[in-house]
């Protein structure tokens, strides 16, 4: 499946990305030379729904074509196939950001090209990993970390404030990278924001010119740091919708507004149409369903029981189905 190149076409500075599987005509792994070293690896259009990541790095590549990059880059131009018809998963496709080491799945066509790439990349030493993605829902801009040491750290500060650490889902490319650098994962907001769009590409120009990553501890003023306390999703025999469309279980329809906000104890979470049995899984880290300590069942309301902080709620039906409804978080200490 994977393409290596170390060279540009050039129409791939200008097209959309519906295009490119037919200007690459498959997942392409790029190494190009710049006057710093080592590389910064950098990984977009993981899933065909999140172009902004493909969209920064056409900027930035825009910005140096008449010269070398201030530092070398490796570049891997994931899901072409999605890309060309929208969709986070193409139709017979696994996640792509599910199929890195230490994936649930190994023996999948994905998981084989992801294994190819983390060799490849990491036969020399790397400067810093960083994996670019959409929200479907409402959210702040924020970085995810898998590590807590210092570079890492500081590598999600130098994007936002907010940052995440995170264990689960297995087989993330941050994950799979932090074995062998400080790696992130850049979460820009919505498709078709000019601010993530402009935000990621002064991140990747920053991380291009940067000489090292500090090793010195992260002040406590300069990040919010949030670990997942359970991924939330909806049972797969549970007929769902939002608010004007009425199911069995009919979420609110504000639901992603409150992406690293709070949620109330007492407050609803959906409406319940013959439904006596929580809908809703929420698996910890280590396999506990603590659904029972996050929600409850009163009449035909389903509340919230204590008091959270979501984060990448969205009201992508399709999305929930294929991911999660929502991550619980709860905050932590940088060290």
Not at 4 to 33: H, Q, Y
Request: aromatic fraction near 6%; include cysteine; glycine fraction near 8%.
């Amino acid at each position: 499946m994977l393409k290596l190149r170390n060279d540009i076409p050039g129409k791939l500075l200008s097209c959309a990305p519906a295009e490119v599987e037919g200007l690459l005509g498959g997942p392409t792994l790029f190494r190009l030379e710049g006057r710093q070293s080592p590389p910064l690896f950098v990984t977009a259009l993981q899933h065909g729904n999140e172009p902004t990541g493909f969209q920064a790095v056409q900027a930035i590549l825009r910005k140096y074509s008449g010269g070398p990059l201030p530092r070398s880059l490796w570049l891997f131009i994931a899901n072409v196939a999605g890309a060309t018809t929208g969709e986070r998963i193409a139709r017979g496709q696994s996640d792509y950001n599910r199929a890195w080491p230490g994936t649930a799945t190994p023996d999948t066509a994905e998981a084989a090209m992801m294994r190819e790439v983390i060799a490849t990349v990491t036969a020399s030493p790397l400067f810093a990993s960083v994996d670019l993605h959409n929200n479907t829902g409402s959210n702040p801009h924020y970085a995810g970390i898998n590590r807590l040491a210092p570079p890492f750290l500081h590598l999600a500060a130098l994007f936002a404030r907010t940052a995440i650490y995170f264990r689960q889902p297995a087989g993330t490319q941050s994950m799979a990278m932090a074995e062998h650098c400080p790696a992130v994962t850049l979460e820009c907001g919505k498709a078709g924001e000019a601010a993530g769009l402009a935000h990621a590409t002064e991140f990747l120009d920053a991380c291009l010119h940067m000489h090292e990553l500090p090793g010195h501890p992260m002040a406590k003023r300069d990040i919010i740091l949030l670990k997942t306390r359970a991924v939330v999703k909806v049972k797969p025999d549970v007929a769902f919708g939002f608010e004007g469309r009425d199911e069995a279980v009919t979420f609110r329809s504000d639901l992603d507004h409150h992406n690293f906000g709070c949620l109330k104890k007492g407050e609803l979470l959906a409406t319940l149409d013959g439904v006596t049995a929580l809908p809703l899984t929420a698996h910890t880290d280590d396999g506990r369903d603590i659904a029972a300590e996050l929600f409850e069942i009163r009449g035909e309301k389903l509340l919230i029981c204590c008091d959270i902080i979501p984060s990448m709620a969205t009201l992508d039906i399709r999305i929930i189905g294929q991911d999660c409804l929502l991550y619980v978080m709860e905050e932590m200490e940088a060290a």
